[in-house]
T-cell receptor, first 111, second 114 residues
Framework: EADIYQTPRYLVIGTGKKITLECSQT?????MYWYQQDPGMELHLIHY???????EKGDLSSESTVSRIRTEHFPLTLESARPSHTSQYLC??????????FGPGTRLLVL | KNQVEQSPQSLIILEGKNCTLQ??????????LRWYKQDTGRGPVSLTI?????NTKSNGRYTATLDADTKQSSLHITASQLSDSASYIC?????????????FGRGTQLTVWP
C-alpha cells in the first residue's frame, strides 16, 4: 500500500470560500501531481511538481494554485470556490518516469 | 491527437467468470502502458506496466497483453471475484518529454455479481 495521504476525504463548502486540499507522501518521491476526475470521466492533470520549489500547470486549465515547499507536501488551494469546482481531486507521486502512486482522493462539493 | 479509448464502458459479469477489457491508443511516441484498478471512492492502484518489447504480463488473476503494432492492449481477468468490482483504467505514457506525459482512458466499470 502506497504511503500517500489526502485530507480531507470529503468537503462541502459554500461558494466564495477559500479551501486548501492537503497531500503528503512519505516515500521521498520527487514528482508529485494533482488530478481532477469527474464521475465516469478520465483523470485530468491540473498541476505537477518535479521537486521542491518546482510547480507547473497541467493539461486542464484550473483556477487552483499549488506549492512545494517540502518534498513530502504538495497542497492545492482554491482562493474562491465555485460550484464548477465540484469534483474529485486525486494527488499522486512517483519517481521520475515510474509508476504513480495515488492518494485516496478528496471529494469536493461546492454549494 | 493522442488518445486512449477503452471498451466496453461498463460490464457486468457473474462471480467466477472470466472477462476481457480492451484499450486502443493513438499515443506516439510510445513509452509504456499501464493498467490501473480504481475502487469506488479511492485512488487508482497500478496492476501492470508494459513497455514496447513486452506483449504479455501477469499479476495474479490479471493478465495484460500489448500489441504495439496495432496499438491495442487488453486486460483479462480470470475467475472473477466480488472484489474485482471497480473501474479499470488504461494509461499510456509517451517519451516525448522528461515528464513522460500520461494519457488516461475513461475506464471500464466492471461489476461482479454473486
Amino acid at each position: 500500500e502506497a504511503d500517500i495521504y489526502q485530507t480531507p476525504r470529503y468537503l462541502v463548502i459554500g461558494t466564495g470560500k477559500k479551501i486548501t486540499l492537503e497531500c503528503s507522501q512519505t516515500m521521498g518521491h520527487d514528482k508529485m501531481y494533482w488530478y481532477q476526475q469527474d464521475p465516469g470521466m478520465e483523470l485530468h492533470l491540473i498541476h505537477y511538481s518535479y521537486g521542491v520549489n518546482s510547480t507547473e500547470k497541467g493539461d486542464l486549465s484550473s483556477e487552483s494554485t499549488v506549492s512545494r515547499i517540502r518534498t513530502e507536501h504538495f497542497p492545492l488551494t482554491l482562493e474562491s470556490a465555485r460550484p464548477s469546482h465540484t469534483s474529485q481531486y486525486l494527488c499522486a507521486s512517483s519517481e521520475l518516469l515510474e509508476t504513480q502512486y495515488f492518494g485516496p482522493g478528496t471529494r469536493l462539493l461546492v454549494l | 491527437k493522442n488518445q486512449v479509448e477503452q471498451s466496453p464502458q461498463s460490464l457486468i459479469i457473474l462471480e467466477g467468470k472470466n472477462c476481457t477489457l480492451q484499450c486502443n491508443y493513438t499515443v506516439s511516441p510510445f513509452s509504456n502502458l499501464r493498467w490501473y484498478k480504481q475502487d469506488t471512492g479511492r485512488g487508482p492502484v497500478s496492476l501492470t506496466i508494459m513497455t514496447f518489447s513486452e506483449n504479455t504480463k501477469s499479476n495474479g488473476r490479471y493478465t495484460a497483453t500489448l500489441d504495439a503494432d496495432t496499438k491495442q492492449s487488453s486486460l483479462h481477468i480470470t475467475a472473477s471475484q466480488l472484489s474485482d468490482s471497480a473501474s479499470y483504467i488504461c494509461v499510456v505514457s509517451d517519451r516525448g518529454s522528461t515528464l513522460g506525459r500520461l494519457y488516461f482512458g475513461r475506464g471500464t466499470q466492471l461489476t461482479v455479481w454473486p
